[in-house]
């Protein structure tokens, strides 16, 4: 079972910047090969998928983050990143990193990492 901890997140103010990782472990094999996502979920509301990363190489974004946020990955490092420049105070909430074909299993998801934006 492949388990994912996610790190990076703080207080930080309009405009600027953080980035996020997402380290996997456990039984995972061919890293690569597996498409990832960033989520979010902020206080009273759904979780969302942020950002997406395929096997490929393609990404896709929410329409809120297109052009300040960016998804990469280190398969070496069997790590996934969120670069988040720009933020805004709406960009708070708890980002989570998860397999889009696991995000329906509640025991899939990591404990999240906190990013407030605010002056």
């Known amino acids: 079972q492949v388990q994912f901890v996610e790190s990076g997140g703080g207080l930080v103010e309009p405009g600027g910047s953080l980035r996020l990782s997402c380290a996997a472990s456990?039984?995972?094999?061919?890293?690569?090969?597996?498409?990832m996502g960033w989520y979010r979920q902020a206080p009273g509301k759904q979780r969302e998928l942020v950002a997406a990363?395929?096997?490929?190489?393609?990404?896709n974004y929410l329409d809120s983050v297109k052009g300040r946020f960016t998804i990469s990955r280190d398969s070496a490092q069997n790590t996934v990143y969120l670069q988040m420049n720009s933020l805004k105070p709406e960009d708070t909430a708890v980002y989570y990193c998860n397999r889009p074909k696991s995000a329906s299993n509640p025991a899939s998801w990591g404990q999240g990492t906190q990013v407030t934006v605010s002056s």
């Open positions: 456990g039984s995972i094999f061919g890293f690569r090969f597996i498409d």
């Open positions: 990363l395929t096997s490929g190489g393609e990404t």
